[in-house]
């Protein structure tokens, strides 16, 4: 699959102006084909450029998860209290936050009345389409169960809010010190130290090897800081660019190793595939498709595999506790938790309790991080700046004693 970007027109005059975006495909011609299929006639098809990417990163016109969760929340609120879909469509286009995510209630609701289902109306639009969220309202429209349906896709919003929540929130502050720390360090090396250095070098007499050693790598340091910065920066915008299957299968069996932090990923990744499948499940899928949308879902290359073997086993005949637990796709916990609610009938619940399970794991293993994160940032700040004070007072009495002699 290649990324391009595209720039394309309605078939129909009246449906708007120019859409641009960015698409994996096959190749140009099929990802062409894509769009007229979706009522859209390319103008301009090409291979995704550092600038086209930034763009859309950046873009103001691309729909952001909190769109995602504001649209599938207020629409829930709307069909729990009985309001007619077109007419919940309407008022989620008049309450949107953005006037895009207002276009693209506005796009749904024609689909709906031109005949469109809900499913397939959303999965025109990136932003709030993903494989799992689209099967669970498919399988609804089969059923009547909008409702049940949409609540169900808000809560696994939700849970994975949540989950975000409790590792970003955990590791701002240690991320905050070490940024300071990085500052702090930069700082001295462009301002602090080589004014000490034209001191002592007017002095005139042999530096001891600390003061050499300190200002050399101040000199590294005052280039080689905002050199990293921004290509952190473009490695992170560009990342789809880079980050080939292979690479992320590599980086993801390294993270599933290391201790603490592979634990970490680990109880992140089985947070996400209990409560994908719960919620699958409970919509109504069988369970094949549930573990299918799950390997969909799941980040890590690695849990992904493991999902695929998964699979095989159960359509084999093996039983999903056993099979989960063999192929160590959760934790052994969550493992268990799963496999008693196998044995008393109760699967959804189960995997419920497995997702609650993680995320207090992740919980209590960000706060182990914790522990060590913040004393080693301090550490390590005042033992630079320690370093730093030594090295030029060291150099300073050097040459003091040469001109006394």
């Known amino acids: 699959m290649t990324a391009f970007a595209y720039t394309a027109i309605p078939l129909d005059a009246r449906a708007g102006a120019l859409i641009s975006g960015q698409r994996d495909a096959r190749d140009e011609s099929a990802l062409r084909a894509a769009l007229r299929n979706e009522g859209l006639i390319a103008i301009d098809v090409r291979p995704v450029h550092i600038i086209d990417a930034l763009r859309y990163q950046f873009s103001a016109d691309r729909l952001r998860a909190r769109d995602a969760a504001w649209f599938y929340s207020t629409l829930r609120l709307l069909l729990e209290n009985r309001v007619p879909l077109e007419s919940a469509m309407r008022t989620v286009e008049e309450l949107a936050p953005r006037p895009r995510l207002a276009h693209v209630a506005a796009e749904i609701r024609e689909a709906l009345r031109a005949g469109t289902s809900l499913a397939d109306a959303i999965d025109k639009h990136p932003g709030l389409a993903s494989a799992q969220r689209v099967a669970l309202l498919r399988s609804a429209s089969e059923s009547g169960r909008l409702d049940h349906a949409v609540a169900l896709i808000d809560t696994s ?201 993680c995320v207090e794991r992740q919980e209590a293993i960000t706060n182990r991080l914790l522990t060590l994160l913040e004393p080693a940032v301090i550490v390590l700040l005042a033992g630079t700046v320690g370093w730093v004070v030594y090295s030029l007072v060291t150099g300073m009495l050097a040459i003091t004693d040469v001109g006394a002699l």
């Open 157 to 357: 919003i939700s849970n994975s809010q949540r989950i975000r929540t409790t590792v970003i929130g955990r590791l701002l502050y240690p991320a905050i010190l070490l940024l300071a720390a990085i500052g702090a360090i930069w700082f001295l090396a462009v301002r602090v130290i080589p004014s000490f250095a034209e001191t002592l070098l007017t002095l005139g007499g042999t530096l001891p090897w600390q003061t050499r050693l300190t200002l050399e790598l101040a000199t590294v340091l005052a280039w080689l800081v905002p050199v990293i910065f921004v290509f952190a920066i473009l490695m992170g915008a560009l990342r789809h660019l880079w980050l080939t299957p292979h690479i992320r299968e590599r980086i993801a069996s390294v993270i599933l190793r290391t201790p603490i932090v592979g634990s970490l990923a680990w109880n992140n990744q089985g947070a996400i595939v209990c409560d994908i499948m719960g919620t699958l499940i409970e919509g109504g899928a069988d369970l094949i498709a549930a573990i299918d949308q799950s390997r969909e879902v799941v980040t890590s290359p690695v849990i992904a595999g493991r999902l695929d073997v998964v699979r095989s086993k159960v359509r084999e005949g093996t039983p999903i506790d056993q099979a989960l637990a063999d192929h160590a796709v959760l934790p052994p916990m969550a493992s268990a938790v799963v496999r008693a609610g196998v044995r008393s009938g109760d699967l959804v619940g189960s995997l419920r309790r497995a997702t609650n399970l």
